[in-house]
């Protein structure tokens, strides 16, 4: 047939943000436990997407292009943006954004209570509360304060050499 297109295959990775649906015969990814191994807290990969897109619902994917070199670049470039949207105030009709840390340091700086450490917000700041370094009382709230978007987290997966350079698809399911 000289008439049929040519196609190239090409691979996309399946993010899956349940370690134990992720096997080795479905190939799947487990990026949540990947980025608690990595970065040492838990991670919310729907949160993260969530960053990228807010209206994702459920039983949904998002395709992550990070194949090509200009892709990955354009990632890393986000990731490395000392500058970060919190939020609308409506209080003030204003954005607020924060400057002079990326993404993914804010939300390693964000912790929880210890012995040593008291906690320093509540459990449900205003959306628009700077948390840089603040201390929640419990897991369950210091990992709804805050997630990078799941599109930096996997751009800098790659650059440490975590993840193989392609393309995602991040279904989010219940």
Same mark, same amino acid.
């Given at each position: 047939?000289?008439? %049929? $297109?040519? *196609?190239?295959?090409?691979? #996309? ?8 649906? /992720?096997?080795?015969? +479905?190939?799947?990814?487990? #990026?949540? %436990?990947?980025?608690?191994?990595? *970065?040492?807290?838990?991670? =919310? =990969? ?9 209206? #994702?619902? +459920? ?7 990070? =194949? !090509?070199?200009?892709? $990955? ?16 105030? @409506?209080?003030?009709?204003? !954005? ?9 340091? *804010?939300?390693? !700086? #964000? ?12 459990? +449900? ?7 840089? +370094? /603040?201390?929640?009382e419990d897991r369950f ?5 805050? @997630? ?6 996997? %751009? &800098? ?9 392609? &393309? ?7």
């Amino acid at each position: 047939m000289p008439d %049929a $297109h040519k *196609y190239t295959s090409y691979r #996309i990775y399946v993010l899956e943000p349940h370690a134990d649906h /992720a096997t080795a015969e +479905n190939g799947y990814i487990p #990026i949540e %436990a990947i980025a608690e191994r990595v *970065y040492g807290k838990p991670y =919310s =990969s729907l949160r993260g997407c969530q960053r990228d897109d807010e209206h #994702i619902g +459920n039983d949904s994917v998002k395709l992550y292009k990070l =194949s !090509s070199e200009e892709d $990955h670049l354009d990632a890393l470039w986000d990731l490395d943006d000392a500058k970060l949207y919190l939020g609308w105030d @409506s209080r003030t009709g204003q !954005s607020i954004v924060k400057t002079g840390m990326t993404e993914l340091d *804010y939300w390693l !700086s #964000i912790r929880v209570a210890d012995e040593q450490t008291p906690a320093t917000v509540d459990a +449900n700041p205003p959306k628009t509360q700077d948390l840089e +370094n /603040a201390v929640f009382e419990d897991r369950f709230f210091a990992d709804r304060a805050f @997630s990078p978007s799941l599109k930096l987290v996997l %751009a &800098d997966l790659i650059r440490r050499g975590e993840l193989p350079r392609g &393309d995602y698809l991040f279904r989010h399911w219940w």
